[in-house]
Nanobody, 124 residues
Framework: QVQLVESGGGLVQAGGSLRLSCAAS????????MGWFRQAPGKEREFVAS????????EYADSVKGRFTISRDNAKNTVYLQMNSLKPEDTAVYYC?????????????????WGQGTQVTVSS
């Protein structure tokens, strides 16, 4: 059974940092592209960051460039999202997703497995 489990969310003040983790099981992780998406209340799910199966291409949404860093550890079957200089507008449920094609595009459609999400709340 393919499973993605996010952790690391929480409440932080503006300007603070959080590190999200997503542990994958039931799949050959090193072959999968991985992405992070988020959804704020009343808004559509949006792309945050993605990393190709081999780390060869990394993409970020303009709103998080320079503040967030995506990385992966294929030995641990885990993808990370380091979030620095957090803003109240970063408040959302953050989801990780796996793309079996390996390419990790910036839209949600190609991703075939999703985690349950972890809440990130940034107070002003």
């Amino acid at each position: 059974q393919v499973q993605l489990v996010e952790s690391g969310g929480g409440l932080v003040q503006a300007g603070g940092s959080l590190r999200l983790s997503c542990a994958a099981s039931g799949l050959t992780f090193k072959n999968y592209g991985m992405g992070w998406f988020r959804q704020a209340p009343g808004k559509e799910r949006e792309f945050v960051a993605s990393i190709m199966y081999n780390g060869g291409r990394i993409e970020y949404a303009d709103s998080v460039k320079g503040r967030f860093t995506i990385s992966r550890d294929n030995a641990k079957n885990t993808v990370y999202l380091q979030m620095n200089s957090l803003k109240p507008e970063d408040t959302a449920v953050y989801y990780c997703a796996a793309d079996k094609t390996g390419y990790a595009l910036t839209r949600a459609a190609p991703y075939d497995t999703w985690g349950q999400g972890t809440q990130v709340t940034v107070s002003s």
